[in-house]
């Protein structure tokens, strides 16, 4: 089975991945079709040919192509930067004359009336805005009658009848003002306008926000180089990663990015791995070791034979489950939407409902009073309350959380972690600090603790190693100076030696000790405890004895404990996932209050671990920091990323803490429940507005009182109603956390 990978163009909200979906899986041989909204992408699994999954794309009125490689990626990035900008000259070329017209007319009211030389003026407002919902919303007229060739509708059919009523009925107006009555004479470009501008506003901040989430695989690409130094016939050229092929020879130099995945031939060095573990510490890499695509070599240089290319890479594959990830996230279902498909004929039957019940039975002039209350219907049902009820909720609520240093990538996360119940943590850069630090000093009988760091600190000054940089950085904290050391000599995968005032000591692991031949039986009960503390030892020694151990681990971060805390307090159920020893992920578990561990797994298991629990029924929050957490973090319904972990992480996660701190979990939550319960709220006034003002503009009050809503009533209520909604959104800058 193939997967091909579409580049789609045209998709605005989430009935258009519908319609996407379902041209696709109506191809022949495509088994499972996956669009993803966020990257403007479908992935699509089958037998099938390219060409025709194109051409389904098409037929549903959307544009596709097929992408491959780096270059597809900054072609597409390029057609989002163009959509972009034109969507904002958009709101420009609608938002000023629109603005003109209705500050001139309803507030100012400057403008000439229809009779004599105001109605040239009005007949070129009314060209103007023709050229303006063309040029401006062209897009949702084109949108609208895809949706009508499949008998369907959405919120661009809305648009194009609140926009195109209003002109048409304007237009009207200006040609054959006689033709109704005299109160009812009054144009609606501005409204037509306005509400081009105000939509078109929506979808550039959404498509700011949305096209972020697509970082995610750019990082993830960023991690392998574009080239190799490859060693052929014992000549080192530097080559394009594409044309590096199986057994070949590379060479990989200090601080360089692993190219591929294969074994080291030649020479030892210290490789970080922690985008595949998250674990900080670099493991040492010698003659006959594996390593991995993507990780990142230490001080020393390597010759490495590859073993898998392409596709068949550990980061490819990352990659490829991201992808898979993000566009299996369920989006949330958009209320507004399923709405329409209902809303837009029942608009519809009442405006004709309305026409005829007038005409057949309303006074002189019957025609024009029919015309005048069809045409209130239809403005006064224009979606624009309806329209900004849930993103203004959004923008409201991601700054609020911007406030407190929460970035939310996409409103859908901003909803769906109201509704979360289960928050699983990652260890390492999660709960502790991600970096090596000296917890404790065990020193031998009858030795001085702060004399034997100096010490300890000084022999490691030519050390690159990160358990040095933590045992020196426990001696400055202590403000002990640096000794002078000589013969300072370096032992390949067991520690240091060196000299001070001639006398030689030695720093490193168990396996130097015991080759020296020095005993460790005394130390038998400290090293057990620093093992289920997952402290690693380092010894300081004399040619005689030992004389200090020294624990180094990963510290928990200060807020740990009451964050976990406070998450609790919220009835969230708190779990750990870390690819750490099973003891010491147990020890830090057991430190901060949680009950339930899942430790020793990898980026596989770990997303294995996320649809487990959802299957369950389970609303899931994933927050990590490192590569190894992306897949989780993309498939869990939220994901939270630590700010001071991988570009990776962040880019993956819907939420990233930029602090680093977890207290900022309790707050997002807070924040996302606030914003829910205000996205209801206006969406409520929305329909009460709808359900209350179509039937008055229709003219049911009209036989037991007289009163008939004018148009230009029903567009003051329109804006009214939008207006209610954006006051209400802005109460969530006053919450209080």
């Excluded at 495509?30 to 794309?57: D, F, H, I, M, Y």
């Excluded at 070329?93 to 629109?98: H, L």
């Excluded at 001080?299 to 299996?328: K, N």
């Amino acid at each position: 089975m193939s997967t091909t990978r579409l580049s789609v163009a045209g998709m605005m909200c989430a009935s258009c991945v519908s319609s996407v979906e379902g041209a696709l899986q109506a191809v022949p041989g495509v088994q499972e079709a996956l669009v993803n909204l966020a990257e403007r992408t479908a992935l699509v699994k089958g037998e099938s040919e390219p060409a025709a999954l194109v051409q389904a794309v098409r037929e549903a009125g959307y544009d596709a192509a097929v992408m491959q490689g780096r270059a597809a990626e900054a072609e597409k990035d390029a057609y989002e930067a163009r959509q972009y900008r034109r969507l904002w000259w958009q709101v420009w070329v609608a938002g000023v004359p629109g603005a003109f017209l209705m500050l001139g007319d309803m507030v100012f009211q400057v403008l000439p009336d229809m009779s004599g030389n105001g109605r040239l003026f009005w007949f070129i407002a009314g060209l103007v805005t023709l050229g303006v919902l063309v040029y401006s919303g062209g897009h949702f007229f084109r949108g609208a009658w895809q949706q009508l060739k499949h008998g369907s509708s959405n919120m661009d059919t809305l648009i194009v009848l609140g926009t195109g009523t209003a002109w048409l009925y304007s237009m009207a107006v200006v040609l054959f003002p006689d033709a109704v009555p005299s109160l009812a004479r009054h144009a609606y470009f501005e409204a037509a306008l306005v509400i081009i501008a105000l939509v078109n506003f929506g979808h550039a901040l959404e498509m700011r926000a949305r096209g972020q989430t697509s970082a995610a695989i750019k990082s993830l690409m960023k991690l392998q180089p574009p080239v190799a130094h490859v060693v052929r016939n014992g000549v080192e050229t530097d080559l394009p990663l594409e044309v590096v092929g199986l057994q070949e020879t590379l060479r990989v130099r200090s601080g360089e990015t692993v190219p591929l995945d294969g074994t080291v031939l030649e020479g030892t060095s210290h490789v970080d791995e922690s985008m595949l573990t998250g674990e900080p510490v670099p493991v040492q890499k010698a003659g006959g070791d594996a390593v991995t695509g993507g990780t990142l070599n230490g001080a020393g240089s390597f010759l490495m034979q590859v073993s898998r290319i392409g596709a068949d890479t550990v980061l490819a594959q990352i990659i490829e489950r991201v992808r898979e990830a993000q566009a299996s996230k369920p989006a949330i279902a958009r209320l507004t939407d399923r709405v329409a498909s209902v809303f837009v004929p029942v608009v519809v039957s009442i405006a004709l409902l309305t026409f005829l019940l007038w005409y057949w039975l309303g006074p002189e002039p019957k025609l024009s009073y029919a015309l005048v209350t069809a045409m209130t219907v239809l403005v006064i049902a224009c979606p624009c309350a309806l329209g900004l009820a849930t993103p203004i909720s959004i923008i409201a609520g991601v700054g609020k959380a911007a406030q407190h240093g929460i970035l939310i990538r996409n409103g859908d996360a901003l909803q769906q972690a109201a509704e979360i119940d289960t928050v699983v943590l990652d260890k390492t850069g999660t709960l502790t600090a991600g970096k090596p630090v000296l917890q404790g000093i065990h020193v031998a009988a009858g030795q001085d603790e702060n004399r034997l760091l100096q010490l300890v600190a000084s022999l490691e000054q030519g050390s690159e190693h990160p358990l040095a940089q933590a045992i020196r950085t426990g001696a400055g904290n202590r403000e002990l100076p640096v000794l002078e050391i000589t013969d300072f000599s370096s032992i390949s995968g067991h520690g240091i030696r060196g000299r001070y005032e001639g006398r030689p000591y030695q720093v490193g692991n168990t396996r130097l000790m015991q080759e020296q031949g020095l005993g460790l039986d005394d130390w038998q009960p400290v090293l057990a405890r620093l093992d289920a503390q997952g402290q690693t030892p380092v010894f300081l020694a004399d040619e005689a004895q030992v004389l200090a151990l020294f624990g180094v681990a990963d510290a928990l971060k200060p807020d740990a404990k009451s964050s976990i805390a406070a998450l609790k307090a919220q009835g969230l159920t708190v779990i750990m996932l870390t690819g750490d020893r099973r003891e010491v992920a147990e020890h830090i578990a057991a430190d901060v209050g949680i009950e339930t561990v899942h430790a020793e797994v990898l980026s596989e298991q770990k997303l294995a671990v996320i649809e487990s629990l959802q299957q369950q029924g389970h609303r899931v929050a994933m927050v990590g920091d490192g590569v190894n957490d992306a897949p989780a973090l993309a498939r869990a319904d939220v994901g939270f990323a630590i700010g001071a972990g991988t570009d990776v992480a962040m880019a993956a996660a819907d939420v990233t803490l930029v602090g680093g701190s977890l207290a900022g979990i309790d707050k997002a939550i807070r924040i996302s429940r606030a914003t829910t319960r205000n996205i209801w709220q206006n969406l409520f006034g929305a329909f009460v507005y709808n359900t209350f003002g179509i039937p008055v503009a229709a003219g049911v009050l009209y036989p037991f009182t007289g009163l008939l809503l004018n148009p230009m009533m029903a567009g003051a209520a329109m804006a009214l109603s939008s207006v209610t909604v954006v006051t209400n959104a802005n109460r969530l800058g006053r919450l209080k956390l």
